[in-house]
């Protein structure tokens, strides 16, 4: 309980801070904050509660996206992290494609993702991948590397097999750091919701964003984004706690 | 070495050049008001108008400061003129009975475009030939909630339901929907922009504009100012159109002179193109669209817009019904009707 109760203040704090900024005249002038550019919070609350179904029936297609699309980027981050620690041609051919993948501006990729694959569930996914991909491929890449090489030399001479030195030694020492990887990848994961949806889409959060941002409904956006952070900050969490229970040497 | 002091030189000599521009200029008008202008989006053909009056000094005659800006985000320029960051803002019709019904302080003061432009397209490729054949097909909207209720009512006109087509919103990508063929139905390109640009580009669209559809005719495009600010500062907002009245109407009777003054303003255009879209457009830009001949600049009939909110709030797009009278007003028009060549 000790551990949420600053960043728990903290929020408090900068909420309160934020309400009293849009109901004092003064604040909202020195801030510029006006209802139709940035609602108070609790016109933001109270969005949450009236159009409660609306927007859970929205997060639910999002949520479904930013999960498969972050086991889409862990499989295939995972996979070039071994491959390019296993061959080092591998390694030196293809890390500045990988760092490449990272300059593609996701806002300029995503409507071509759309023509591509369609209007479905496709593009979003292809977005989000792309933008958790690399946090994961280099930090498990790094975790990989980082194994002491005596280790493994002493592994080798008492005739380990590859499989082996990669199960007992290899992966164990790069589990924190690809945890670490997934962390970053899944709070980033919802930006790329956002434009995947924004690209072409029927329904989610990001779509109901660009309704929301034609009709000036403001508070109903930021009802969105504070949805899509809430969707951010328990995936991190999860993902912690599951690195807690995988993770006991530590 | 040398390089740079050639630099300094020609610096030199154009802050001199400025400098002496700026004080003749000021012996003219001595002091002039400054006057900030938020356009809907990036310079193009439909801001013909404002650019001319630029390139030309009609605003500096009026004794205004004019700054021209152009944001990424159509819904922003009536948030900023109601921030009371611009003091004029180029909008749409719904999307200031929209902003009234949140409360937002504009108004709407001329008339820029008086008839839609939003337009429902399809490709000779796609074998559509009425709105009837869309049954079953995919069409790409740019997720505005008012045009969604546009593609209602067209469909409604021809015996079809929302559930009868697959709607898809793809933000800023309505053309590559429809010429990839992922949608086989576009509602939101203008077809005074997007429109022209699709037939020189020899894709054979099929262009319907809304109100030819069923969809109640509206201004495309409106001036919006803040109503506080009309109260306070009447006269510079009265300035302004006259001076915008008179660079459209010099546009209308120089399309060359409007081609250079859009091209010079956004140099990302493809000139051919906006050539053949400012010709496509000035007849609509002359006299803010209006036919008869007794009306001045940018005016706007009430009972044309009564109708169209009514048609709104039946779409349930406006929650409750609203005044034509106090979303605009026609007095800050030039009170002559200007004769546009």
Not at chain 2, 66 to 71: D, E, I, R, Y
Not at chain 2, 311 to 325: D, F, G, I, T
Request: charged share 20%.
């Amino acid at each position: 309980m000790k551990r949420w109760l600053p960043p728990l203040l903290l929020v408090a704090a900068l909420i309160g801070l934020w309400q009293l900024a849009a109901d004092t005249g003064f604040l909202a002038d020195a801030f510029g904050l006006e209802p139709f550019l940035v609602p108070s919070p609790s016109e933001i609350a109270t969005v949450l509660w009236k159009d409660r179904s609306l927007l859970a029936e929205n997060a639910r297609v999002t949520l479904v996206e930013i999960v498969a699309g972050f086991f889409v980027a862990l499989a295939a981050g995972i996979g070039v992290a071994i491959l390019f620690h296993r061959f080092g041609f591998v390694r030196r051919a293809g890390y500045p494609l990988v760092v490449a993948s990272q300059t593609i501006p996701v806002i300029v990729i995503a409507p071509i993702l759309v023509v591509w694959f369609g209007y479905g569930i496709g593009p979003k996914l292809a977005v989000i991948a792309l933008i958790c991909f690399f946090p994961i491929a280099v930090n498990t890449l790094d975790g990989l590397r980082s194994v002491d090489p005596d280790t493994v030399r002493m592994m080798r001479s008492l005739d380990a097999s590859r499989r082996q030195v990669f199960l007992r030694v290899e992966a164990p020492a790069a589990l924190p750091q690809a945890f670490s990887g997934s962390r970053i990848a899944v709070a980033v994961a919802v930006i790329g919701a956002v434009f995947g949806e924004w690209a072409g889409s029927d329904e989610g959060l990001g779509h109901l964003m660009l309704q929301d941002n034609a009709q000036l409904m403001t508070a109903r956006m930021f009802a969105s984004v504070a949805i899509l952070s809430a969707i951010a900050m328990t995936l991190y969490g999860l993902l912690g706690l599951l690195e807690r229970r995988v993770i006991r040497w530590r | 070495m040398r390089k740079l002091s050639l630099f300094a030189l020609v610096l030199v000599a154009a802050i001199t050049v400025t400098a002496c521009g700026t004080k003749s200029e000021d012996n003219s008008s001595p002091v002039r008001e400054t006057f900030s202008v938020a356009l809907d989006w990036y310079p193009n053909p439909d801001h013909a108008g404002f650019l001319v009056a630029e390139d030309e000094g009609y605003f500096e005659d009026a004794g205004l400061d004019v700054s021209l800006s152009a944001p990424s985000d159509p819904s922003l320029p009536i948030k900023l003129v109601a921030a009371g960051k611009a003091d004029v803002a180029i909008s749409y019709e719904p999307e200031v009975l929209l902003a009234r019904e949140q409360g937002l302080d504009v108004v709407a003061v001329s008339s820029l475009v008086d008839q839609p432009l939003t337009s429902m397209i399809w490709l000779k490729k796609s074998k559509i030939k009425r709105v009837k054949d869309l049954k079953g097909k995919t069409i790409s909207t740019a997720g505005i909630s008012y045009q969604d209720a546009y593609l209602k009512t067209i469909l409604a006109r021809a015996g079809l339901s929302e559930d009868d087509v697959k709607q898809v919103s793809v933000g800023q990508g309505l053309l590559p929907s429809i010429v990839s063929g992922r949608a086989q139905a576009t509602l939101g390109p203008l077809w005074n922009i997007e429109g022209v640009d699709l037939k020189l580009s020899g894709k054979n669209p099929v262009i319907n504009p809304v109100d030819k559809l069923g969809v109640p005719s509206y201004s495309e495009l409106v001036l919006v100012a803040k109503g506080s600010r009309l109260e306070e500062d009447p006269d510079a907002v009265r300035l302004f159109i006259s001076a915008l009245a008179r660079g459209t109407a010099e546009a209308v009777s120089n399309p060359g002179k409007a081609t250079a003054a859009v091209l010079d303003a956004n140099t990302a255009l493809k000139p051919k193109v906006t050539a053949a879209q400012v010709k496509a457009t000035l007849p609509l830009l002359r006299r803010g669209g209006l036919e008869g001949k007794d009306q001045p600049f940018g005016y706007m009939d009430t009972a044309k817009w009564q109708a169209f909110i009514n048609w709104m709030v039946k779409q349930e797009v406006l929650a409750s019904p609203a005044h034509a009278v106090d979303a605009l007003t026609n007095d800050f028009l030039p009170s002559a009707p200007i004769d546009a060549g």
